[in-house]
């Protein structure tokens, strides 16, 4: 048995027949109308071949199917099957039952879905006829494929768009640019569906493209980027090889031109004006030119060099690598007075040169540049900006150091004042004469303090204070021979018990804080007293140092613990200088190699007598600050209040009206202040004070130590609290007089009808009078 693929050409479909004739060969043809006859729908001519070697044809099935109704794929059959109904077919695979279906009862297979050929091309399944009731196979498994055919459903694409390109400007026709590249999801292998062809839609005519490859081409020569740097292409791809019908794509390229050099420099102007000060500095930019270049990058790169000129060796240009430009800069001074004008002729090329484009050159130009000086009020200038000048520090005040010169340069020719910078000169050892520049000295010089001045000296125009030159004296301080030599260190010589005669124990040197131009040469001899001794000799060893030596043995510490030996030192100058100084030798016991052991050495007399002094001053101090501690321990306290002989009774008691004397000024009591506890104890009216209110009561004698603070303290509550107290800080208003006057009470009726005599109170004196006035008798019995 064999199955037999047969054609439909009216659908394209094929139809799968199951044969199972014997097994012969058929010779390949192709079907006629009469096999078609004879295979019901059409026929194929049928290689019969081994059962086991059977090939499948494919299925074929269009993708994007859009119609209503299930897709019939074709149809599988079987000569078996007599049309009764006992054979039966199954489908398994890719697909079945999901995609594919088939009639168990017919064979035929329909697509269900929309395929898409670009998801999936093929799918591969099996093929069963099997016996109904038995379900067994009448036929042997086999598999197949049903191939998704192609349809033009998919555009170019340019999956790496849009482009971005760059080309040398001016290049020729033809030059590559860039090449595009699209692509197509439809089966290149089956019709033109993925045969793509390229073309340019806008770019033209400056660009072109190749149909079949892609590449950007140049099509325009000579192309400026001074003109126009960018152009913007837009390049189509269609399928179908172009043809109607087909699908297209389209992408953008962006090409830049990029430069070369070939634009010269040019100056804008053929000649320059500059106005230049001519205080400027050495150095300094006085000038800006520059020469304009279209193009960019290193090609608008240039240099710029003085050609000739009268200002040749006064200016410099340099190019500043930023801007482009050529800075012109001071190389000498300017003097307005001198030269007031320069000119220059400045070229400016190109640095780096295209030969390809020499025709269109030359790649440099020039320009003229005027340089006008301009006349400034300058500073006076001395003849010399540092001056040097030697003086003797024995020099007496007054004395002449040496002197400067300045001028005015300017044309005004202003008169100069001198002076000295006391910055400078902060001691004012020197002075200057403010007309001639004559400097002196003003106070004594030592070389020993300062052996080199610094002076500042300021010249300034009397015409205009502001212009100012200044120039530097340097004053060397001559040595004279004013010091006296003395010993180099302080030392501290010993000399042993034990010591032979002719004993080296010390080596001196000594030290002047003069400096002799030959050097020093001291000499050290002994005081004639002190050459006389017996213990002690110098020698002097004509290098500037000298050696102590013992004349004698058998020093002992208990006949003498210290010698005191006079050296004198010259320092052999002319006049000579000396000075005596005293060597301490003390007597230690010594070993026999020479190391002392012990020198029980005392103070000497003057520092004795300062230790001394200081320890006796710490030791009294010590004991006055014990007595005064001990004094302030065991002292008790004085009372507060003074004794009975020492009460004045001085105060003062103003009346607003007359009163009985003495008597008012029961209204306190001075007990009451000295005996505060006694008094609150009896006054207290126990109604208006119940006991318990005071907290506590303080006596003032307590032998306690407390501290004063709360001592004024207890004495501030104990006076808020009694309520007895009297106001003693409070104005006194009487309402009645005194029992110990003779008018008594006092009133406004009383007075009236009131038969006494008040007449003494004029002999009181002026001020009482009017008081006897108005109280006192009146014949007639006016009212008073």
């Given at each position: 048995h064999m199955f037999v693929l047969s054609p439909w050409e009216e659908t394209g479909c094929v139809a799968m027949t199951l044969n199972s004739a014997p097994l012969r060969h058929v010779s390949g043809r192709t079907a006629t109308e009469s096999d078609k006859g004879q295979g019901g729908r059409g026929g194929v001519n049928s290689h019969h071949r081994s059962r086991r070697s059977w090939v499948w044809n494919q299925f074929f099935v269009l993708e994007e199917y859009t119609g209503?109704?299930?897709?019939?794929?074709?149809?599988?059959?079987?000569?078996?099957?007599?049309?009764?109904?006992?054979?039966?077919?199954?489908?398994?695979?890719?697909?079945?039952?999901?995609?594919?279906?088939?009639?168990?009862?017919?064979?035929?297979?329909?697509?269900?879905?929309?395929?898409?050929?670009?998801?999936?091309?093929?799918?591969?399944?099996?093929?069963?006829?099997?016996?109904?009731?038995?379900?067994?196979?009448?036929?042997?498994?086999?598999?197949?494929?049903?191939?998704?055919?192609?349809?033009?459903?998919?555009?170019?694409?340019?999956?790496?768009?849009?482009?971005t390109a760059r080309v040398a400007e001016r290049s020729p026709v033809g030059m590559s640019v860039v090449t595009v590249v699209a692509t197509d999801a439809d089966d290149p292998t089956y019709g033109n569906s993925a045969r793509l062809i390229y073309s340019i839609l806008q770019g033209q005519p400056y660009f072109s493209v190749e149909p079949k490859t892609g590449v950007v081409r140049t099509a325009l020569p000579d192309m400026d980027r001074e003109v126009r740097d960018h152009y913007l292409l837009v390049v189509q791809a269609n399928d179908m090889i172009g043809q109607m019908g087909g699908l297209s794509g389209t992408t953008s390229v962006t090409v830049v031109l990029t430069d070369v050099n070939d634009n010269p420099p040019r100056f804008p102007r053929k000649s320059y004006q500059?106005?230049?000060?001519?205080?400027?500095?050495?150095?300094?930019?006085?000038?800006?030119?520059?020469?304009?270049?279209?193009?960019?990058?290193?090609?608008?790169?240039?240099?710029?060099?003085?050609?000739?000129?009268?200002?040749?060796?006064?200016?410099?240009?340099?190019?500043?690598?930023?801007?482009?430009?050529?800075?012109?800069?001071l190389h000498k001074t300017l003097d307005f007075e001198t030269k007031s004008s320069y000119t220059l002729r400045v070229e400016a090329s190109n640095r780096y040169v295209d030969t390809r484009f020499l025709s269109m050159g030359p790649f440099s130009d020039v320009t003229t540049v005027h340089l006008l000086v301009q006349n400034v009020d300058e500073p006076p200038v001395f003849s010399s900006s540092v001056s040097r000048v030697a003086i003797s520090e024995a020099a007496t005040v007054g004395t002449v150091v040496g002197s400067v010169s300045a001028h005015d340069p300017d044309t005004t020719n202003s008169p100069i004042r001198y002076s000295i910078d006391r910055k400078s000169d902060v001691e004012r050892y020197f002075n200057i004469d403010s007309s001639s520049g004559v400097i002196t000295t003003a106070r004594p010089l030592d070389r020993e303090i300062i052996a080199l001045h610094n002076i500042t000296i300021l010249a300034t125009e009397s015409l205009d204070w502001s212009q100012v030159g200044k120039a530097l004296v340097l004053v060397s301080v001559m040595d004279v021979n004013d010091n006296a030599p003395n010993f180099a260190a302080k030392y501290e010589t010993f000399v042993c018990e034990n010591a032979e005669p002719g004993q080296i124990i010390e080596t001196l040197s000594a030290v002047d804080r003069d400096e002799p131009e030959n050097g020093h040469h001291f000499l050290f001899s002994l005081t004639t007293k002190a050459a006389g001794s017996l213990n002690f000799t110098l020698r002097d060893n004509k290098d500037n140092t000298a050696s102590i030596l013992t004349q004698r043995s058998g020093f002992l510490q208990r006949d003498q613990l210290?010698?005191?030996?006079?050296?004198?030192?010259?320092?052999?100058?002319?006049?000579?200088?000396?000075?005596?100084?005293?060597?301490?030798?003390t007597v230690c016991a010594c070993d026999v190699t020479g190391n002392r052991h012990s020198c029980s050495q005392g103070p000497s007399p003057l520092l004795g007598l300062g230790t001394a002094s200081a320890v006796l001053t710490c030791i009294l101090?010590?004991?006055?600050?014990?007595?005064?501690?001990?004094?302030?321990?065991?002292?008790?306290?004085?009372?507060?209040?003074?004794?009975?002989?020492?009460?004045?009774?001085?105060?003062i008691v103003?009346?607003?009206?007359?009163?009985?004397?003495?008597?008012?000024?029961?209204?306190?009591?001075?007990?009451?202040?000295?005996?505060?506890?006694?008094?609150?104890?009896?006054?207290?009216?126990?109604?208006?004070?119940?006991?318990?209110?005071?907290?506590?009561?303080?006596?003032?004698?307590?032998?306690?130590?407390?501290?004063?603070?709360?001592?004024?303290?207890?004495?501030?509550?104990e006076a808020d609290l009694d309520l007895t107290a009297p106001p003693y800080?409070?104005?006194?208003?009487?309402?009645?007089?005194?029992?110990?006057?003779?008018?008594?009470?006092?009133?406004?009726?009383?007075?009236?009808?009131?038969?006494?005599?008040?007449?003494?109170?004029?002999?009181?004196?002026?001020?009482f009078r009017k008081l006897a006035d108005l109280y006192g008798h009146h014949e007639g019995g006016g009212d008073a």
């Open positions: 209503d109704e299930p897709l019939y794929v074709g149809k599988l059959h079987s000569d078996v099957d007599k049309g009764d109904g006992q054979v039966r077919y199954v489908l398994s695979g890719e697909g079945a039952k999901s995609i594919f279906t088939i009639d168990e009862n017919t064979g035929d297979i329909h697509a269900t879905k929309r395929l898409d050929r670009e998801q999936q091309a093929y799918y591969t399944l099996r093929a069963q006829a099997r016996h109904r009731k038995t379900n067994l196979l009448v036929e042997p498994e086999s598999q197949f494929i049903i191939k998704v055919q192609d349809i033009n459903d998919n555009e170019p694409k340019f999956l790496e768009g849009p482009y500059f106005g230049v000060p001519e205080s400027v500095l050495v150095s300094a930019v006085v000038a800006r030119i520059k020469a304009l270049d279209l193009d960019v990058g290193p090609n608008a790169e240039m240099d710029y060099r003085i050609l000739d000129g009268n200002g040749l060796g006064t200016f410099r240009i340099i190019t500043d690598p930023n801007t482009q430009e050529g800075l012109v800069t210290v010698h005191f030996l006079p050296v004198v030192i010259s320092d052999g100058s002319s006049p000579s200088l000396s000075s005596t100084n005293t060597l301490s030798i101090t010590l004991l006055g600050v014990i007595m005064v501690t001990i004094a302030v321990r065991c002292r008790r306290r004085e009372p507060l209040m003074m004794d009975d002989e020492r009460d004045i009774r001085e105060n103003r009346y607003d009206d007359e009163g009985g004397g003495e008597e008012d000024t029961e209204a306190f009591d001075i007990f009451a202040l000295r005996h505060l506890n006694k008094s609150n104890q009896t006054n207290q009216d126990p109604d208006l004070n119940p006991p318990g209110l005071l907290s506590k009561t303080l006596d003032y004698r307590t032998d306690k130590n407390q501290l004063f603070q709360e001592f004024i303290r207890d004495r501030l509550q800080d409070s104005l006194q208003t009487y309402a009645f007089e005194g029992s110990g006057s003779a008018a008594e009470s006092l009133s406004s009726l009383n007075s009236l009808g009131s038969e006494q005599n008040y007449d003494f109170l004029k002999e009181w004196g002026p001020r």
